[in-house]
């Protein structure tokens, strides 16, 4: 049974075969997952009794038929296949059924239809991904190479700017009134990006993230810290198609590279 809910899962890859997408003909290994264990307010929660499978597909070409390095990277991690021959997978889909894994599950909309997905593939065990807070090495880094821009954005006084120490001269005479600003011209309309699935969203993102110096723990971490700087209070579970279409857009935009 389809799993009914999103959320994090334990689960043992039950079986495994190599094919190709249907639209594009890009290879793929189609996973099924039998889900064992939840996690649940912080703890692994037994769902055996549930009966859960879902079929995760990863598929390991871009379009331009380049290898998909983060989906190959995951595969490596969580079933110690070595990256050489995807067939490997399917061969040895016999031992592999008794090697537990992570799966993150959560609803796709396709062609108008919402359904239940694998979004992530972890090593069994995997800690979820946490906010990460800049060290005082970044807060250098930024100040270096961003510091000046931020100071020439803002324009003006800062508003923290201390007091010069006495007691303020009174001014002599009263001030002129401001004059009336001059009306500005109408702001012009700016369209919104289109609707996006996270999908999408994630393919386009892994494409401006660094694969030799990045791992999936290192990409998903800035992906989760541009989305809680994007949407403020909203986990991924929340946005919207329209929200995942500005993540598609402008997520890219803000990834720090290191």
Request: with cysteine; net charge negative.
């Amino acid at each position: 049974m389809l799993p009914n809910r999103e959320g994090l899962f334990h689960a043992y890859p039950v079986g495994i075969g190599v094919g190709e997408t249907r639209e594009n003909k890009l290879l793929q290994v189609a996973i099924c997952y039998h889900l064992f264990e939840e996690l649940a307010n912080g703890e692994w929660v037994d769902c055996s009794a549930d009966n859960l499978e879902i079929t995760g597909y990863h598929i390991l070409e871009k379009r331009d038929h380049a290898l998909n390095q983060t989906t190959i990277e995951a595969l490596k991690a969580a079933l110690g296949w070595d990256g050489r021959d995807p067939f490997w997978l399917q061969d040895q889909a016999a031992e592999l059924m008794q090697k537990p894994v992570q799966v993150k599950i959560g609803f796709e909309e396709y062609n108008g239809t919402t359904s239940p997905g694998v979004q992530f593939l972890n090593p069994y065990g995997s800690k979820p991904a946490g906010v990460t807070k800049g060290d005082d090495q970044l807060r250098r880094n930024v100040a270096n190479r961003l510091g000046a821009k931020f100071r020439a954005l803002a324009g003006g006084t800062p508003a923290n700017a201390p007091q010069p120490a006495g007691r303020p001269t009174p001014p002599t005479a009263r001030p002129a009134p401001p004059k009336p600003p001059a009306p500005q011209a109408p702001a012009a309309t700016v369209e919104p990006p289109a609707p996006a699935t996270m999908e999408q969203a994630w393919q386009e993102f892994v494409k401006h993230c660094p694969p030799e110096k990045w791992d999936q723990e290192a990409i998903e971490k800035e992906w989760f810290r541009i989305i809680a700087d994007l949407f403020p209070g909203k986990q991924p579970d929340q946005l919207t198609p329209a929200d995942w279409g500005v993540m598609l857009a402008e997520g890219p935009g803000h990834i720090i590279p290191f």
